[in-house]
């Protein structure tokens, strides 16, 4: 279900029993609705990944930029071509799985939100990192620290896309590594606007 409500947050309708289609392998003729059953059972997958690693004892430290970009580039690992090409500021690029933005082309806005330009993602996810690793927080400090990253991770907006699942994702190993894990905390978009929201307000 977390893949459910992941997708609708990106305003992707992809029915639970399109996903479990999806994840048996077997996908629609249609290519859009193939394209979002591919991204839902990455979606899945790589959730599994983080949970069997949590239990292994073998999660990374969640904010490192390592994992982060490993995130973006499992999720992405089985995409098509199709599903990697970016509009960007005046033209089209095919986006690499993993890889910050880090070219004029690859700067985007995001409804009204303008995030850092291309050229300075690297020392804002440098920062980020230090900002939000877990190594010397506390227990308090490692719940508080979800959705102030997440937040702040979406408004740096590394990728050219999938910035959103990444994040979720990451949220997700966060939660492990805080010991509040529940097998996903993503039930609604309004949860977690609303944690976001207080993190905006305890920053203020």
């Not at 880090?102 to 700067?107: C, F, L, N």
């Not at 949860?191 to 207080?198: G, I």
Request: hydrophobic content about 40%; overall charge neutral.
């Amino acid at each position: 279900m977390n893949t459910y409500y992941s997708n609708l947050i990106e305003g992707h309708d992809t029915r639970p029993r399109d996903i479990e289609r999806a994840l048996a392998g077997s996908f629609d003729e249609d290519e859009k609705r193939r394209n979002l059953q591919i991204e839902a059972a990455a979606h899945v997958q790589v959730q599994a990944e983080l949970d069997r690693m949590a239990a292994q004892g073998r999660l990374p430290e969640p904010a490192s930029v390592d994992f982060i970009r490993w995130l973006h580039a499992e999720f992405y690992r089985d995409a098509e071509e199709l599903m990697l090409r970016i509009k960007g500021a005046g033209q089209e690029f095919i986006m690499t799985p993993g890889e910050w933005r880090s070219a004029p082309e690859h700067d985007v806005a995001v409804g009204r939100h303008v995030p850092p330009s291309s050229g300075r993602v690297g020392d804002f996810m440098d920062y980020f990192e230090r900002r939000y690793r877990f190594e010397k927080l506390g227990k308090a400090g490692r719940v508080l620290a979800i959705p102030a990253a997440h937040h702040r991770f979406n408004y740096i907006h590394p990728f050219p896309d999938g910035n959103g699942r990444v994040s979720r994702l990451m949220s997700h190993a966060m939660a492990h590594e805080a010991g509040i894990a529940a097998h996903g905390l993503c039930r609604s978009r309004g949860a977690w606007l609303a944690a976001s929201k207080a993190a905006r307000t305890t920053s203020a």
